[in-house]
């Protein structure tokens, strides 16, 4: 395990489970979403993410935490990967885990990347692309069907496919890297 791609829910855990695991296998850690996010909440062109995602996987060790389609399974990162990890955990758990951590940004005005905040007016808002509750609740089913199927896809035959669908088999799952850190 060298490439590693953390793929799931937002608010599932990826970024934490993602930083763990590259300090236990010793690689670079990066997070789509800090690039993707640039000041003010604007979105960096798809040209430029794909371009960071060609570089970003050029090297020979990372993991790489984030869902974006275009760079993750239909780019390089499921190209150049030879495992994913996805956190596939029930929507309540994920969202038992997102609201407290959302409030609490919210409240302490956490800034995120590149200086973005949540904001308290977004928790108000219908709109997924708004409200990363409504965001992750919306979003659950398609990760479901995505990664659901991806292990039987032939484009994706070179990949090891870890599936972790409960708190307590993250933390096991990752105590076993940290112990032997070559698997």
């Known amino acids: 395990m060298q ?20 300090r236990a296998i ?14 003010g909440w604007t979105p960096i062109e798809p040209d430029a993410l794909r371009a960071w995602a060609e570089t970003t996987t050029a090297g020979d060790r990372w993991v790489i935490d984030g869902n ?38 919210v409240l302490l005005r956490t800034p995120l990347w590149n200086g973005n905040r949540e904001s308290l007016r977004n928790l108000y808002r219908w709109d997924p692309e708004q409200n990363v509750i409504r965001w992750s609740w919306t979003q659950h089913a398609k990760y479901e069907r995505r990664y659901g199927e991806a292990p039987s896809d032939p484009r994706f035959a070179h990949l090891r496919f870890i599936e972790l669908r409960a708190r ?12 032997e850190p070559d698997r």
């Open 168 to 179: 307590a088999d993250v933390e096991a799952w990752l105590a076993a890297q940290v112990a």
């Open 3 to 22: 490439r590693v791609s953390v793929v799931g829910n937002s608010g599932s855990g990826k970024s934490t489970l993602a930083r763990r695991l590259a």
């Open 26 to 39: 010793d690689a670079p850690y990066f997070e789509i979403d800090a690039v993707h996010h640039q000041p």
């Open 68 to 105: 974006s389609r275009a760079i993750v399974v239909d780019g390089p990162i499921w190209r150049r990967a030879d495992t994913v990890v996805w956190l596939r955990l029930p929507r309540r758990t994920v969202m038992r885990q997102l609201v407290p951590r959302t409030l609490r940004r």
